[in-house]
């Protein structure tokens, strides 16, 4: 079956209003012989004469009445969708958007955020996932409509990136451990008993591989795949040292020990990203705005 020519839509639509191919022209800007043969087109499409003469006039067939008041609300329609946005109302905005974040992103922004969103938008809620991995497939899907960290090789290719801040790995310990005292080499930094968080790739840890450059190794002494906050929370109640990243995890850290790691490790870029779908969304781009000002004040 073929596809009709949905431009007939509004011909029809004018042609019925005004009962007359040659004023139906003037409001379309053709010619008389041009809407005749659209008029012809659409008797062809719908079978039916739709407007016949009586007189000196054309009259509407009963096909033409019934399909009048259809025709022109879908051209009304049609004519709502291809408009134009019009300016976001925040104060009538009903929605619910999910974001699938870092460790320690609620933590540090997350109080922030919603405190903004309720003063502006006190209809929108805020849905926080957990990132058990890097799979860009809610995002695609529309499960997700934001999303913090750092992009790599596996991240989709069509997603939208905004980079955030830059971040580096910070060692982090209890108050009135042994390495709150003193210079903090790479040996002595080595020496102590770490807590590993589970990556991707756990046997090319950008700390380990920076240490093995000087002959040192680190004792993980266990293993988390909850991420930093978990690190974070044994490092407090326990000797074990935890290694995070120092932005991401600001206010996890309060009321403990933070030091540069001693070998020189490569800085990481966290960004915010999302589909391409919702990049003119006035909603979506007002709370990207926000997660992006928040961000970026600590850089």
């Known amino acids: 079956m073929s596809t009709p020519d949905l431009n007939l839509l509004v011909t029809l ?14 409001r379309l800007r053709l010619s008389p012989s041009a809407m005749s043969r659209a008029l012809a087109r659409l008797r062809e499409t719908t079978g039916d004469p739709l407007l016949v003469r009586a007189g000196r ?14 025709v022109s609300q879908l051209v009304q329609d049609a004519e709502a969708a291809l408009r134009p946005a019009e300016r976001l109302n925040l104060k009538h ?14 933590e540090n922004f997350g109080p922030d955020l ?30 997700v409509d934001l999303e913090t960290g750092v992009v790599e090789k596996t991240t989709a290719p069509e997603l939208r990136v905004q980079a955030l801040f830059r971040d ?18 790479p040996a002595r930094y080595a020496a102590g008993r770490h807590i590993g968080v ?16 000087f002959g040192l190794e680190r004792e993980i002494a266990v293993t988390l795949v909850g991420g930093f906050s978990t690190a974070l929370a044994l490092s407090r109640a326990s000797d074990l040292i935890a290694s995070v990243p120092e932005r991401h995890t600001g206010i996890l850290r309060a009321g403990m020990h933070s030091f540069p790691i001693p070998v020189s490790t490569p800085e990481f870029t966290v960004s915010l990203l999302w589909h391409p779908r919702l990049d003119a969304d006035p909603a979506h ?10 961000c970026t004040a600590i850089r």
Request: hydrophobic share 40%; net charge positive.
């Open 114 to 143: 919603i405190a903004r969103v309720v003063e502006e938008a006190p209809g929108v809620r805020l849905r926080f996932v957990q990132k058990p991995d890097k799979d860009s497939a809610p995002l695609r899907d529309g499960m």
């Open 13 to 26: 639509d004018v042609l019925l209003v005004e009962g007359s191919v040659a004023r139906a022209a003037r």
């Open 168 to 185: 580096r790995f910070v060692g982090v310990v209890r108050m009135g451990h042994p390495l709150n005292q003193g210079e903090i080499t």
């Open 57 to 70: 006039g054309l009259v509407p067939t009963p096909r033409a009445i019934e399909l009048r008041e259809r």
């Open 198 to 213: 589970s990556r991707q790739d756990l046997d090319n840890d950008p700390i380990d591989e920076a240490l093995r450059s």
């Open 285 to 294: 781009r007002w709370l990207r705005g926000h997660v992006r000002d928040l």
């Open 93 to 106: 905005l009903v929605r619910t958007f999910t974001l699938r974040t870092s460790e320690g992103f609620i």
